[in-house]
């Protein structure tokens, strides 16, 4: 599985990926190692910046690598830009530590065990030389910050397939909507003031892929760069260079849904609410607590 932990956090304002959260002082990343290796995942690739390599290593490795096959692999910023170059990039970093088919997910976002379940029955099936790729799929009412605005790749699937992914800025919940917040008629709105359906299905950048799509992603990250050279903000972005596979047939984009409530910490004041939802688990006995046990 690869552990996408480069991000800057500047909307959180630090390294969340690091952040204690847990009853006992995990992080949301430990509780993704934890599902996934009981989902039967025991090999992590961590893309990280070399800057924080001091700090991840002693924190990640005094958890974990006694239990899992523990691999790095670095994602850089050029000098004249201040952020990397996004989640399709961070893949790109890591193509060298990987040669089977693999799970890929964010660090600081909860995705629930049965996420994991899911990709690990899928990941099973892949098999060949060709490109494939997966994606499990989240309701877009249960993705969203009580704090302010999200970013999601919406998507249009129709007989399990992706047919579409439009990565959609400022969403939150729509205080106008006339639904109840269970129901389909609850609304959420983007930064545009359009409106979706509660039920949409968003991407949480929670992919299922084989060596192949990262091979072809090199290959289009060149030109990416070659355009957007110097100063550039853009961003190579999971979501759009999936959907630029499948418009040019390189693959389908297998859809899985799952109706479990996404947690993550988007911005400073979700951690509360992040901490109250694990303790919570940890209570009804979903989790043990501690999650791993002390090294």
Same mark, same amino acid.
């Given at each position: 599985m690869m552990v996408l932990a480069a991000g800057m956090g500047s909307r959180y304002g630090g390294l969340k990926q690091l952040d204690q959260l847990g009853p006992a002082g995990e992080t949301i990343m430990d509780y993704s190692v934890f599902d996934a290796r009981r989902a039967g995942i025991d090999k992590m690739v961590f893309v +990280?910046?070399?800057?924080?390599?001091?700090?991840?290593?002693?924190?990640?490795?005094?958890r974990y690598e006694q239990a899992i096959d523990v691999h790095y692999a670095f994602q850089g910023i050029p000098e004249e830009r201040s952020k990397p170059w996004g989640t399709a990039h961070a893949l790109i970093s890591a193509r060298d530590r990987v040669d089977e $088919?693999?799970?890929? +997910?964010?660090?600081?976002?909860?995705? %629930?065990?049965?996420?994991?379940?899911?990709?690990?029955?899928q990941l099973r099936q892949m098999t060949g030389d060709s490109a494939q790729v997966g994606m499990v799929g989240y309701r877009l009412d249960n993705t969203l910050s009580a704090h302010g605005g999200v970013?999601? %790749? &919406?998507?249009? /699937?129709?007989? %399990?397939?992706?047919?579409? +992914?439009?990565?959609?800025?400022?969403?939150?919940?729509?205080?106008d909507g006339d639904g109840d917040g269970d129901g389909d008629g609850e609304r959420v709105r983007d930064e545009g003031c359009n409106s979706h359906p509660a039920d949409t299905v968003v991407s949480l950048n929670f992919w299922l892929m084989n060596p192949p799509v990262l091979a072809e992603m090199a290959n289009r990250f060149e030109r990416f760069a070659a355009a957007n050279a110097g100063p550039s903000t853009a961003e190579f972005e999971m979501p759009t260079v999936v959907d630029e596979l499948r418009?040019?047939?390189?693959?389908? @984009?297998? /859809?899985?849904?799952?109706?479990?409530?996404?947690? %993550?910490?988007?911005?400073?004041?979700?951690?509360?609410? @992040?901490?109250?939802? &694990?303790?919570?688990?940890?209570?009804?006995?979903?989790?043990?607590? $501690?999650?791993?046990?002390?090294?």
């Open positions: +990280i910046r070399r800057e924080f390599e001091a700090e991840f290593r002693e924190r990640v490795a005094a $088919p693999h799970l890929v +997910i964010n660090a600081d976002d909860f995705y %629930g065990a049965p996420a994991y379940r899911t990709g690990a029955a970013s999601r %790749g &919406l998507c249009q /699937v129709e007989g %399990g397939l992706l047919q579409g +992914i439009v990565e959609t800025r400022g969403l939150e919940r729509d205080g418009r040019d047939g390189v693959c389908g @984009v297998q /859809v899985h849904t799952t109706d479990a409530r996404w947690a %993550g910490v988007t911005y400073r004041e979700d951690a509360a609410l @992040v901490s109250a939802q &694990l303790a919570a688990y940890a209570d009804v006995g979903e989790y043990p607590n $501690p999650l791993w046990p002390a090294s």
